[in-house]
């Protein structure tokens, strides 16, 4: 299923389009409901998440904005839901950002799953699987391999997860590459849901620490992430944020243009 198949599933409303890229307005419950029905019926599902930083790359990379139309997006974070405010007068129903909501799926699919884990670190994949066996012990977690590797080494890889064809796929090689490999490597061949998670696996690992719950609740994680790794995120988010914003203006302020042109 992509947005395409998720428009006539659900509806055009239940998508809202940021910057070009449809994503899917769901409540948590529903998605976690509809992620399992799709392993469930063994529907191939490339799956991302979109958030400011992903839709600006995506906004400049047209190459990567094409890869993510054969995606289901869902929101992530706190800078989307303020652009579907501005464009659609209403947020997306919930955050699903990918490292609350994966280990919350995982943990609500009962039927026992191959779950196999690409990306990362070696040391912090292995502490991911060992964490994720501990949240949802009812399904095998396999570290097929880390983020580093060369295009030498691809096929082996690939023909391992075909191998093992694992029910759900995590892919965490950070954006735009991680989506932009399962997009050239991953079919139905190899898994079911491969899902593109950013930095999970280092989260799950402690290797990265998550911002405190309160700061979570108030949606200020990207804050808490900015003091954290200033060097590396500042760009992302002090520059990144109001430039999102300004973009998601130019969207809202041209869908008024051409409305008017259209009553003309």
């Not at 307005?25 to 529907?43: C, G, H």
């Not at 396999?142 to 064809?165: M, N």
């Amino acid at each position: 299923m992509n947005m395409h198949a998720a428009r006539a599933a659900f509806g055009f409303d239940t998508l809202k389009t940021i910057l070009g890229i449809p994503v899917l307005a769901i409540r948590w419950d529903d998605a976690i409901e509809l992620l399992a029905r799709l392993v469930a019926e063994r529907r191939f599902t490339k799956v991302s998440f979109l958030n400011a930083h992903n839709a600006n790359i995506a906004y400049g990379d047209p190459v990567f904005a094409e890869a993510l139309d054969d995606f289901l997006i869902l929101p992530d974070g706190v800078g989307v839901d303020i652009a579907a405010k501005l464009l659609y007068g209403a947020p997306f129903p919930d955050n699903l950002n990918g490292t609350d909501f994966v280990p919350a799926f995982l943990q609500a699919s009962k039927r026992p799953l191959t779950v196999a884990l690409l990306g990362a670190t070696r040391v912090n994949a292995e502490a991911a699987s060992v964490k994720l066996s501990a949240l949802a012990g009812q399904h095998n977690f396999v570290v097929v391999h880390d983020g580093y590797f060369s295009a030498a080494q691809e096929p082996e890889i690939v023909g391992r997860i075909a191998k093992l064809r694992p029910d759900v796929l995590l892919v965490a090689m950070g954006v735009p590459r991680q989506e932009l490999w399962i997009a050239r490597h991953i079919d139905a061949r190899h898994c079911t849901l491969p899902i593109a998670v950013g930095a999970l696996l280092d989260f799950l690992s402690g290797t990265v620490p998550r911002a405190p719950l309160w700061m979570r609740r108030l949606r200020l994680e990207w804050l808490y992430r900015l003091w954290i790794e200033p060097g590396r995120l500042w760009r992302r988010y002090v520059v990144g944020n109001p430039v999102f914003l300004w973009r998601v203006l130019k969207q809202k302020l041209s869908g008024r243009l051409q409305a008017a042109e259209a009553r003309r």
